[in-house]
């Protein structure tokens, strides 16, 4: 499956992407930040342990802003088995933030790959790693972990950490919602054959 590193940076651009674009969650409309919102979304949607210690910047919010955008797309062609409209889209991230592999160290911990931009900057350098860690997802056998959420009016992106790789939900709220959807309707069916 996914390295903790990997899977740390799938999870910042699904988070990015959900939090950062218009649609539909949990069968509302679903509005995101903007203005002076913006980077406390931002910071709100980043991992803990990875998150910038300081305030976000408006300039990097908004740079993460239209790449959530970009993000989504990728998530929704590989879930209409798009594939090379989410390899495009890759590509054209990957050469825009300039990522480039760097081993990097925190005092006291092991050496890691990181993906940063060839400017540092937070947007960019997150940016360079979301879209690294998606295109060795998308180059690989696990692209379809990557989905949109199969529920009605929801359309809020995860990636599919599952050991039988049948997620189709983002969340366990939209999983009951649909569950809970189809009871009702076959309940209601038993009923009207019971009348007649």
């Given amino acids: 499956m996914f ?3 990997m ?3 799938l999870d ?3 988070a990015l992407v959900n939090a950062l674009t218009d649609g539909g969650s949990h069968g509302r409309p679903y509005r995101a930040p903007r203005g002076a919102d913006l980077p406390a979304a931002v910071a709100a949607a980043l991992p803990e ?3 910038p210690a300081g305030p976000i910047a408006r300039a990097d919010a908004d740079y993460l802003a239209r790449e959530a955008l970009r993000m989504r797309a990728v998530f929704e062609a590989v879930d209409e088995e798009r594939y090379d409209d989410a390899a495009e889209a890759l590509n054209g991230m990957l ?3 300039g990522a480039r592999p760097q081993l990097d160290r925190a005092p006291g911990e092991p ?3 990181h993906f940063h931009g060839a400017e540092d900057s937070v947007g960019v350098g997150w940016s360079a790693g979301c879209a690294t860690a998606l295109a060795l997802a ?3 056998e696990l692209a379809a972990r990557l989905g ?3 529920a009605p009016g929801c359309d809020r992106v995860y990636v599919d950490t599952s050991r039988n790789a049948a997620r189709q939900f983002c969340s366990t709220a939209c999983q009951s919602r649909v569950k809970a959807a189809a009871f009702r309707a076959r309940r209601a069916g038993g009923r009207g054959r019971q009348k007649a």
């Fill in 7 to 9: 899977a740390l940076l």
């Fill in 12 to 14: 910042a651009a699904a």
């Fill in 49 to 51: 342990p990875s998150r």
């Fill in 111 to 113: 050496w890691q790959v």
């Fill in 3 to 5: 390295d903790s590193h």
């Fill in 138 to 140: 998308v180059g690989s």
């Fill in 95 to 97: 050469r825009g933030t």
């Fill in 148 to 150: 949109v959420c199969r």
